[in-house]
Structures are given as C-alpha cells and as structure tokens.
C-alpha cells in the first residue's frame, strides 16, 4: 500500500526566513502534486512534477521531485505572513486504470512577524 | 472558464440517513474525483469517474456511491449515515483518466457534512 509522509506536520517560522519541507513515499510513481489549503477553504494547485529532476518555482515557493529518492521538497524562501496556511503532497501511483492520488497528512506551517 | 461547484456548501443530517451531494466538474473535464477530508486530516479517495464509468475507488464501503452524467457532473450518495462520516467532501475534476494528461486535479469548494 503506498504511502505518503510529509514532514514536519507543523512548522512555525518567522518571516523572512528559509525552510524546507518533505515529503516521501514509498512506491514508485513519477508524478507529485502540492496543494496549498487555507483554513476551512478547499484546495488550490501549486505545482505539478512529472519527472525525476522535475524542479518548478511560484514566488518564494519552489518545489523538486526525487523519484529515486522517492522526495520531493517544497522550499519556502523569505517567508512572508501570506504563506501561512496547509500544505499537501499527493501521489499518482499510476497502476493502471485506476487513476487516484495519495495524500500525505499536511504540512501547517505558521509565519510569524 | 467555469471552475468546480459544490452543492450544498453546508449539510446536517441524522444517523442513518441518506445524502446526495452535487458536483459539476471544470469545463472541459471528463473525469471526476470525490475525496473525504476529516478534521486534521489529508483528504482520502473515495472514488473516480471518467466518462461515466467507476475508473477506481478507495477503501469506502458500498454506502459510499457516485456516478456521473453526459455532461460530467456527478453525484456522491452516502446511505445509511455514521457519525465518522462528519466530514468535509471534496470534488476534484480533471482531464484524462484512463491515460494521458497529467492528472491534474483542480477542487471544488467542498461539502461540510455533519451528522448528528
């Protein structure tokens, strides 16, 4: 059964800070997502990795994709209070037909003034 | 373009009872996903549906059914309620399903379903 872990599941960082965060898995799969979820809200896309190496930036977000490894980062640079909020990894396992994602329990990261 | 709506936003029901909730997926989308994300939690796949056909399904009992219409947009029905079905419901539309496309799932606002 494929699963997916993210870490830490919580992070508090003040602004203008540097942090990293994981996300492994355990079975093969070449495709990751990361969601972004604001309180009470639903989920927004931020980054879709389809390829070992796979590296995309948005703004101070940056997220790349390890698929020997099975890791992917999200690197957060100079955090700002707008990055607050709860952020999820997802994994196609790709078996076939059965097309879903795995998701990891979330990231709730704080930035603090 | 018109995103994924949800409906109802908000739903209290009883133990026991039955729910329907609504989802019409993105224009262009063929394939819808429906998730359950408790309180803290990552969302957990329910099912799928492209092109009107069941293309996966999660650890859900049968209670948990869905289908979806010519136009794409579909229905979850959840029979015979529990309490840990108190959830927030997710629909999620893309394009692809069987193969190609990246499998890019863009959300609805979600379903708040309480039971009492």
């Known amino acids: 059964e494929l699963k997916v872990e993210q870490n830490p599941l919580f992070l508090s960082m003040q602004e203008g800070k540097n942090y990293t965060i994981y996300c492994n898995y355990s079975?093969?799969?070449?495709?990751l997502y990361w969601y972004r979820q604001d309180p009470g809200k639903s989920l927004e896309s931020l980054f879709v990795?389809?390829?070992n190496g796979a590296v995309k930036q948005e703004g101070r977000l940056m997220a790349s994709l390890d698929t020997k490894a099975r890791l992917s980062t999200l690197h957060i640079t100079a955090a700002v209070h707008d990055l607050s909020a709860t952020y999820f990894c997802?994994?196609?396992?790709?078996?076939?037909?059965?097309?879903?994602?795995?998701w990891g329990l979330g990231t709730s990261l704080a930035v603090n003034p | 373009e018109t995103g994924v709506t949800q409906s109802p936003t908000h739903l209290i029901k009883t133990r026991g009872q039955q729910v329907t909730l609504r989802c019409s997926s993105q224009?262009?989308?063929?394939?819808v996903s429906w998730y359950q994300q408790a309180l803290g939690q990552g969302p957990q796949f329910i099912f799928q549906?492209?092109?009107?056909?069941?293309?996966g399904r999660g650890n859900f009992p049968p209670r948990f059914s869905g289908l979806q219409f010519p136009n794409y947009s579909s229905e979850l029905n959840v029979n015979a309620l529990e309490l840990d079905d108190s959830a927030l419901y997710l629909c999620?539309?893309?394009?692809?399903?069987?193969?190609?496309?990246?499998?890019?799932?863009?959300f609805g606002p979600g379903t708040r379903l309480t039971v009492l």
């Open positions: 990795l389809l390829s």
């Open positions: 079975t093969t799969s070449d495709r």
């Open positions: 997802a994994v196609d396992p790709n078996a076939g037909n059965n097309r879903k994602l795995i």
């Open positions: 224009s262009g989308h063929n394939t």
């Open positions: 999620a539309s893309s394009l692809g399903g069987l193969a190609g496309g990246n499998n890019e799932q863009f």
């Open positions: 549906y492209y092109r009107e056909e069941e293309n």
